[in-house]
């Protein structure tokens, strides 16, 4: 009987003394991008001054001439509203 030693593994790797790859040079920073302060704000919307409801359906804005200055504002959104409003017999 005869003890064999087992074979070492040959392991395929880089021989000693191999030259080594150099290291890459750091990237050069990237160019700054100009910085947006805040998130731009909507336009702002010239919002209609208030405008009262309509005193019959009670759900319209009322109609509001705007060829008149200063505007006129009417208590109704429009004709039939009116008409529906004085027919009723309501006062104000
Ligand atoms: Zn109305």
Redesign the pocket.
């Known amino acids: 009987m005869s003890a064999q030693a087992p074979a070492a593994p040959s392991i395929p790797g880089r021989a000693p003394g191999a030259p080594q790859i150099p290291a890459l040079p750091p990237l050069p920073p990237l160019p700054a991008l100009p910085q947006f302060s805040a998130v731009p704000q909507a336009p702002t919307v010239p919002q209609a001054a208030t405008v009262p409801?309509?005193?019959?359906?009670?759900?319209?804005p009322?109609y509001v001439d705007r060829s008149t200055v200063p505007f006129s504002t009417h208590d109704?959104?429009?004709r039939?509203?009116a008409n529906?409003y004085i027919v009723s017999g309501k006062t104000v």
Do not use: I, M, Q
């Open positions: 409801l309509c005193k019959n359906c009670k759900s319209r009322a109704f959104c429009g039939t509203c529906t």
